[in-house]
């Protein structure tokens, strides 16, 4: 029998660079001769993360339309998937960054479930730093309402470990800080220092991901309530285009053009960006641009370094605003910079709304510890 699947998931907050560090995993396990799998999950079709880790060459399977706890079986067919391409040594996962509970819902029924599959790596987050020392030191305009902040503090405090990203753009009093908030709201966790686009103190992340033993015993004693309402706070929007134009145009300022556009519009409205991601895609090119936090600058996260005719290109943004407002700012935002470049634009497809209320496929109210009968705790309600 064919030994298992190794299953690491990192987990974190929408914007945490949970994609790039992904990236960077994959092409670390490959360097040591391993297959990879990766999926991805979103609340709806047309994720710039699949196409971003598709564009650099990996096998990528997305799980769309609910979160991997509300569509668990889905999750597992589509490694199924995978496999019919060649068996993977290391499936990671990526999870919605909107959502919590993932070690009941998730990891648990994996290990119980699934356990001569899987072999179940340690459960990381990722912290992402600038609404995490806001939010952690519980400063006022924290950027989100304190039901969105509940979510932010659970993902932490279900974690085996702990990731403070983006040392590269922080000053080292800044992480001494960031590692003084985790220790306060997650004791007990180790935590890593790491820069995911640099790759600085990326081999502490292998090393604790290569560890064995029964991980994901945290379980969380969380309020479906509060959780649901802090994920229906945020608008959600994920939209595909056509972008033409009569003279070439760069493909990178027109993607970072849209970001700053959009920026400056929910800026204006004072509506909070959890992220911003746009791709941009033609004929063997791909850039990448995105927006962290309404105080961040845009950032060029990928370059294409491509001039081009056309583009097809994918928005993806979540912001504590309404569907409907949101859907405007970004039409308008994406005419106006498409315009500015001599560029005609034809939407193909917009899917705006708020995240429905999370209802686990599976949830254990206790960890495995190998011993007893696997126990759920039921959860009523809607759909996810």
Request: proline share 4%.
């Amino acid at each position: 029998m064919s030994s298992p699947m190794r299953f690491v998931m990192l987990g974190g907050f929408l914007g945490a660079g949970k994609t790039t560090t992904i990236g960077r995993l994959a092409r670390a396990y490959q360097a040591r001769g391993l297959k990879v799998g990766i999926v991805t999950n979103d609340q709806a079709s047309d994720l710039v993360d699949t196409q971003t880790l598709r564009s650099q060459g990996f096998d990528v399977g997305e799980v769309a339309g609910a979160c991997f706890c509300c569509n668990f079986n889905e999750l597992t067919d589509t490694v199924g998937a995978l496999e019919a391409g060649g068996r993977p040594d290391v499936v990671l996962a990526e999870p919605v960054g909107s959502c919590t509970d993932l070690v009941a819902t998730v990891v648990q029924p994996l290990v119980r479930l699934h356990q001569r599959k899987f072999s179940v790596a340690p459960y990381g987050v990722i912290l992402k730093p600038s609404h995490g020392r806001r939010i952690l030191a519980g400063e006022a305009g924290a950027g989100f309402s304190p039901k969105a902040a509940y979510i932010f503090r659970k993902q932490l405090e279900e974690a085996d470990f702990l990731i403070i990203n983006r040392i590269d753009e922080l000053a080292v009093d800044e992480v001494e800080r960031l590692r003084e908030l985790l220790e306060r709201a997650a004791p007990g966790r180790p935590i890593l220092r790491m820069s995911a686009r640099t790759g600085a103190g990326f081999d502490g992340l292998l090393e604790m991901l290569d560890q064995q033993g029964n991980f994901g015993q945290r379980i969380l004693e969380l309020d479906y309530d509060i959780y649901a309402e802090g994920e229906a706070e945020l608008g959600w929007l994920n939209s595909s285009l056509r972008v033409h134009a009569e003279r070439p145009f760069a493909l990178d300022e027109l993607l970072l053009g849209i970001v700053a556009c959009l920026r400056a519009r929910l800026a204006a409205e004072r509506a909070e960006t959890a992220h911003l991601k746009t791709i941009g895609l033609w004929e063997g090119f791909h850039g990448v641009a995105n927006l962290t936090s309404s105080d961040a600058e845009p950032q060029l996260s990928l370059a294409s370094d491509c001039w081009t005719q056309a583009a097809d290109i994918v928005v993806n943004a979540r912001v504590a605003t309404s569907p409907e407002l949101l859907r405007q700012l970004v039409e308008s935002a994406v005419r106006e910079t498409c315009q500015a470049a001599g560029a005609e634009v034809t939407f193909r497809q917009t899917q705006s709304f708020r995240p429905g209320r999370p209802v686990p496929t599976h949830r254990f109210a206790e960890a495995y510890t190998g011993e007893g009968s696997a126990e759920e705790e039921l959860l009523g309600g809607g759909g996810n």
